[in-house]
Nanobody, 126 residues
Framework: QAQLVESGGGLVQPGGSLRLSCVAS????????IGWFREAPGKEREGISC????????NYADSVKGRFRISKDNAKKTVYLQMNNLKPEDTGVYYC???????????????????WGQGTQVTVSS
């Protein structure tokens, strides 16, 4: 069945970096837009970034622009989220998401999106 598996989360100090990976299987991921959402305790789920299926155009939330970078390797069916200069407010569970609709039209909190990963915890703390 269609599946997304995230990895790469962990505990990091403020100012540090992490790279999240999302591996797709069981569906034709080349035709899907892929994105990342995060969910922090007490906060609404937030769309972080996405990458389009065709030209690989990217989009970022203002809160991570200039610090995070999304990329993909179609041969490996993997999407990456490089996170630099991490801040305590970046703490949360990060979910990889796939959907056939253009990611720039996605609901801001990810409602109605087709495929979700299980999430990976990112904790930024000294």
């Amino acid at each position: 069945q269609a599946q997304l598996v995230e990895s790469g989360g962990g505990l990091v100090q403020p100012g540090g970096s992490l790279r999240l990976s999302c591996v797709a299987s069981g569906f034709s991921s080349d035709y899907y837009e892929i994105g990342w959402f995060r969910e922090a305790p007490g906060k609404e789920r937030e769309g972080i970034s996405c990458i389009t299926s065709d030209e690989g155009s990217t989009n970022y939330a203002d809160s991570v622009k200039g610090r995070f970078r999304i990329s993909k390797d179609n041969a490996k069916k993997t999407v990456y989220l490089q996170m630099n200069n991490l801040k305590p407010e970046d703490t949360g569970v990060y979910y990889c998401v796939a959907d056939r609709h253009p990611c720039l039209s996605w609901d801001p909190i990810g409602r109605h999106l087709e495929i979700w990963g299980q999430g990976t915890q990112v904790t930024v703390s000294s």
